[in-house]
């Protein structure tokens, strides 16, 4: 599948790697494989990272049908799921500004997009020099 998480239950975060093309499939069998992780948690911080997809993989459609199913949850905080979109090239940064056009007109996910590391782990108030360190100090 060309999505991988690794909750981080320290910093309270879930980082996931999207590479190639994602399709609405992949997407629900990841948040499937997600919600049943014993260390899922709804509402956690999201970091979410795209640079590596190679293709839209899903439509319009597809990535609303994904907001609401994320949204479809009770979360414990009221507030939702705080979500940064990490994107690289101008395609995975359009996907990105779509999802977060999406998530602004409903409850639950607040995504912002971001093109560089640095930004990602500042909106998140993390003092790693990359997400590889970060995730190693896990």
């Given at each position: 599948?060309?999505?991988?998480?690794?909750?981080?239950?320290?910093?309270?975060?879930?980082?996931?790697?999207?590479?190639?093309?994602?399709?609405?499939?992949?997407?629900?069998?990841?948040?499937?494989?997600?919600?049943?992780?014993?260390?899922?948690?709804?509402?956690?911080?999201?970091?979410?990272?795209?640079?590596?997809?190679?293709?839209?993989?899903?439509?319009?459609?597809?990535?609303?049908?994904?907001?609401?199913?994320?949204?479809?949850?009770?979360?414990?905080?009221?507030?939702?799921?705080?979500?940064?979109?990490?994107?690289?090239?101008?395609l995975s940064?359009?996907?990105?500004r779509r999802?977060?056009?999406?998530?602004?007109?409903?409850?639950?996910?607040?995504?912002?997009?971001?093109?560089?590391?640095?930004?990602?782990?500042?909106?998140?108030?993390?003092?790693?020099?990359?997400?590889?360190?970060?995730?190693?100090?896990?």
């Amino acid at each position: 599948m060309p999505i991988e998480y690794h909750i981080c239950v320290a910093l309270d975060l879930c980082y996931a790697r999207w590479w190639g093309s994602v399709t609405l499939e992949d997407a629900r069998l990841n948040f499937e494989t997600y919600l049943e992780d014993p260390q899922y948690r709804p509402g956690r911080r999201e970091l979410i990272d795209i640079r590596e997809l190679s293709g839209p993989g899903m439509a319009p459609a597809d990535i609303l049908h994904l907001l609401d199913r994320i949204n479809d949850q009770a979360f414990p905080n009221g507030h939702g799921t705080q979500m940064v979109v990490l994107a690289g090239s101008d395609l995975s940064y359009g996907l990105a500004r779509r999802f977060e056009g999406h998530a602004s007109l409903r409850d639950g996910v607040r995504s912002c997009t971001v093109r560089d590391e640095r930004a990602a782990l500042d909106a998140f108030g993390l003092e790693f020099q990359s997400i590889r360190a970060m995730l190693e100090s896990q």
